[in-house]
């Protein structure tokens, strides 16, 4: 059984379905595309799994947790309720094509014929029509249960290439004009990527780890670096956080510092707990792990995707918005909660009131069909993967001026990845593992793997790909490369994943010459000094406590994992050292980076502070001439 449209819908059961791949015998395009979520064994919880003991209705009784509503990016006519509206244009977002621009919209019931968006260079003369392509996925809970405007189901993507422009660097002014009953948007604009090799100076915006809680004033900040001209944002993964729709279901924990309770509120680290944190939750909720509403901006997985998207309207309607794959992207859970919370209401469909199990059985099988294997992810974003020979909305690579940008996953295809596929859940074995063998997060690969060699990271596309693209860059034109994936290589907060890390990828990107490397999943600000392939800081590339040089031995490490998320912020123990390749952590704010290349030779790092635009910490980046 298939669900959804087969090429976004992508296996974690890929690669033991299709046959080896050798040099001599790639696999097709067709072969990699009949990928499919497992559904070999059935789904057995709720029909609309709800992260609310109180309140186990999708759109709220006012029992539970409050149900928010955010504008969509096309607003009702002033005459109309939302109550009548059926069909809505309800999120924009645009990406760069390695020669154009794509222009992406969602709506709830699609728009009844092939997206069409008419375009021009002035508000006044949109001329131009281009036409694309639709895709969908069977989402828990359809969009008839909800506002038109808070769910998008038809995912619609609009390609202008290159060869129609004036020049890289333009203006396009362009409408939306929809269909099925949706009302047309306004005339938008967005700038096309700067032509490689053009000397102009540029601002790109990086985060990681954002989602709605915590995140009001990083989201404010990147409007307004948006507004005033910045180039594109970079968000390396836990976009919407929208595994998280149950953390209010889950009772605080002595080993979790995160206990919500309305005045009471516990969050870690020294800074204030933030104003909304401090109203009584709900009568009868309970003390959670989650934050104001139970889940992050909703209680249920694809409500929260939904209302992030129609949230970030304000920054995606105004600049490129380039995504990397986060653990949170997923599937719809990767914690089963202390007494096995999630086992109760997704396996064993109890939904009474604190409902526990007394073993956990959250297998892959546990969330619903449309909630696994990056489902979401893989349709709710349209990146550049295969017109730069990467994979979706996985690995791709585009040029900016005068900088090559990688993205490539720190989740899947590589050995021993997070989110591991079947083939390492059975050791090689080309059969599928057992349900009890599965759990929630397993996914991938969306690469092949030679011969199935799972162990060997030689034989995974995605790093195939990577040496690949870095060693065509022409430095020439892009003496500048920034590569970034979700998960650190470095960090003062040690895991075993940054070991898979760095044997995956870390010699890849110092052979190359990358200047720096972007990374979140740590929930806090943290700039590494350069470090070599030994794990050693390159003190011969620190020229002082603000400025690095570019040096082949060495790259650069950032950690920007604190744009907001309903985790909060990441924290040291007691006896946790800050180890002596960081330079600067930062504990307490959220924020985001503004990274500029000024010119060929110096650019500069900055960290924003969310609470106030200003700046946290800064770093230049310099490099010889030639």
């Not at 828990?140 to 290439?161: K, Y």
């Not at 060699?453 to 693209?469: G, R």
């Not at 890849?508 to 000094?529: M, P, S």
């Not at 920007?560 to 960081?582: C, M, Q």
Request: with cysteine.
């Amino acid at each position: 059984m298939l669900t959804g449209v087969v090429f976004a819908a992508l296996a974690a059961t890929a690669a033991q379905a299709l046959p080896s791949r050798s040099v001599a015998s790639p696999l097709s395009k067709l072969e990699l595309h009949k990928r499919y979520v497992d559904t070999r064994f059935p789904y057995t919880g709720p029909a609309v799994p709800v992260g609310d003991w109180l309140d186990q209705t999708v759109q709220g009784n006012g029992k539970g947790y409050e149900r928010l509503y955010k504008d969509p990016a096309v607003l009702p006519a002033p005459n109309m309720s939302v109550l009548d509206i059926t069909n809505n244009i309800n999120v924009i977002s645009t990406s760069f094509l390695p020669n154009g621009i794509n222009i992406h919209f969602q709506t709830p019931y699609g728009i009844g014929s092939d997206p069409v968006v008419r375009w021009g260079y002035s508000a006044d003369a949109l001329n131009c029509n281009a036409t694309g392509t639709t895709t969908s996925y069977d989402r828990t809970p359809p969009c008839s249960m909800m506002l038109a405007t808070q769910c998008s189901s038809f995912f619609h993507n609009v390609e202008i290439p290159e060869r129609v422009l004036i020049e890289p660097g333009s203006t396009i002014y362009y409408s939306i004009p929809g269909g099925n009953g949706t009302r047309p948007s306004d005339v938008l604009t967005v700038k096309t990527a700067l032509k490689p090799g053009c000397e102009a100076e540029f601002e790109v915006l990086v985060l990681n780890d954002m989602g709605y809680t915590n995140a009001h004033g990083t989201k404010e900040y990147l409007r307004r670096h948006a507004q005033e001209g910045a180039a594109f944002a970079w968000h390396g993964g836990d976009i919407s956080y929208a595994d998280d729709w149950y953390e209010g279901i889950l009772p605080c924990e002595p080993t979790w510092d995160v206990c919500v309770d309305g005045i009471h509120t516990e969050l870690p680290g020294p800074a204030p707990v933030p104003a909304e944190y401090l109203s009584p939750l709900p009568a009868g909720e309970p003390a959670n792990q989650g934050g104001p509403r139970g889940g992050d901006i909703a209680q249920v997985y694809e409500n929260n995707w939904d209302l992030w998207q129609n949230w970030m309207n304000d920054v995606s309607k105004i600049i490129p918005y380039q995504v990397t794959p986060g653990n949170h992207e997923a599937s719809c859970a990767e914690f089963d909660g202390p007494q096995n919370q999630l086992t109760a209401l997704l396996v064993n469909n109890d939904t009474s009131y604190n409902a526990t199990s007394p073993t956990s059985n959250l297998t892959y099988y546990a969330c619903p069909e449309s909630q696994r294997n990056f489902t979401a992810y893989n349709h709710r974003f349209f990146m550049n993967g295969e017109k730069s020979n990467g994979r979706g909305n996985h690995w791709y690579s585009f040029d900016y001026g005068l900088a090559h940008f990688v993205s490539f996953s720190g989740e899947t295809d590589y050995y021993s990845s997070p989110e591991k596929p079947f083939i390492a859940v059975t050791k090689g074995n080309t059969t599928l593992p057992s349900e009890a063998a599965t759990f929630a997060t397993n996914s991938g690969p969306f690469g092949y793997i030679e011969n199935n060699n799972y162990t060997n990271n030689a034989a995974y596309e995605q790093i195939q790909w990577l040496k690949n693209d870095l060693a065509n860059v022409d430095r020439s034109k892009t003496p500048w490369i920034f590569a970034m994936s979700h998960r650190p290589m470095y960090s003062t907060e040690v895991s075993s994943y940054q070991v898979a890390m760095r044997n995956a990828f870390q010699q890849i990107l110092l052979e190359a010459g990358v200047d720096a490397y972007f990374a979140g999943h740590v929930h806090w600000y943290e700039r590494n000094y350069p470090i070599m392939a030994n794990g050693q800081v390159d003190h011969a590339a620190v020229k002082d406590d603000h400025t690095y040089v570019a040096s082949q031995d060495s790259l650069i490490h950032f950690t920007e994992g604190n744009a907001g998320n309903i985790e909060s912020h990441s924290t040291r123990g007691p006896d946790e050292p800050i180890l002596n390749t960081t330079a600067v952590l930062n504990e307490v704010d959220f924020g985001f980076a503004s990274l500029k290349i000024h010119n060929r030779t110096t650019a500069t790092y900055t960290f924003i502070k969310g609470v106030d635009g200003s700046a946290g910490d800064y770093v230049t980046m310099i490099k010889p001439s030639n």
